[in-house]
């Protein structure tokens, strides 16, 4: 498995606070991702990266942001928390346009 | 509209029998396969894929199908053991969407000891 750390595990913040989570990868994969989870839908794309500085929205991007400044480090920020972006984010890496490789997870709760 | 569909939210097994988790897609721009698996309080795990080019892919105790023109795969666990006992997501990607994976809402398979 690629070596995919995520900060924090666990998070609780309230409504309205500023909110960054880490991806932090150590296989110098070109592309990496931030996906969602919420119970009756999977796993969903919020946005993703194909290289330094490059980065594309995904199904549900609204009131999420990225940045990629280092091919090891991909940030998902949510500028102001509200209680839907209650969920288990992922974070995923891939060498090339095929199989992703997953981290553990950070579960947030906004209250 | 769910281009990646896993009509079966749970399944359960006896262990040493044959496991048998199905997708079905919309999309016929598909063109890679990927089944994941997924523990409780962890990530995605991935297990097996299949390009479609092909029909069959074998790892071991898993296997996966593809059937193109019904638009459909499966994945076949034999022989189940309580540890296959997770969530597993059906995934898929067209060829040149920078690797974006449709996911299903995923089967919640249990073997029973």
């Known amino acids: 498995d690629a070596g995919i750390t995520q900060s924090p595990r666990h998070k609780v913040t309230e409504t309205g606070t500023p909110v960054t989570l880490r991806c932090h990868q150590t296989?110098?994969?070109?592309?990496m991702y931030w996906y969602r989870q919420d119970p009756g839908h999977g796993l969903r794309l919020i946005h993703y990266s194909y290289g330094v500085k490059d980065t594309d929205k995904g199904e549900v991007s609204d009131g999420y942001s990225v940045s990629r400044s280092k091919t090891e480090d991909f940030l998902l920020t949510l500028e102001s928390a509200t209680s839907s972006q209650t969920s288990v984010y992922f974070c995923?890496?891939?060498?090339?346009?095929?199989?992703?490789?997953f981290g553990p997870g950070t579960r947030l709760t906004v209250l | 509209d769910q281009q990646v569909k896993q009509n079966s939210p749970s399944l359960s097994v006896q262990e040493g029998r044959i496991s048998i988790l199905n997708c079905d897609y919309t999309n016929s721009m598909f063109d890679y396969f990927l089944w994941y698996k997924k523990y409780p309080a962890e990530g995605p795990t991935f297990l097996i894929s299949?390009?479609?080019?092909?029909d069959k892919n074998e790892d071991g105790r898993f296997t996966v199908f593809l059937n193109k023109s019904a638009k459909h795969l499966s994945l076949h666990i034999v022989p189940s053991q309580p540890g296959d006992s997770a969530v597993y997501f059906c995934?898929?990607?067209?060829?040149?969407?920078?690797?974006?994976?449709?996911f299903g809402k995923g089967t919640k398979l249990s073997v029973k000891p």
């Open positions: 995923a890496t891939s060498a090339k346009v095929d199989t992703q490789y």
């Open positions: 995934a898929a990607s067209a060829g040149g969407s920078q690797g974006n994976l449709i």
């Open positions: 296989e110098n994969h070109r592309y």
């Open positions: 299949i390009s479609s080019i092909k």
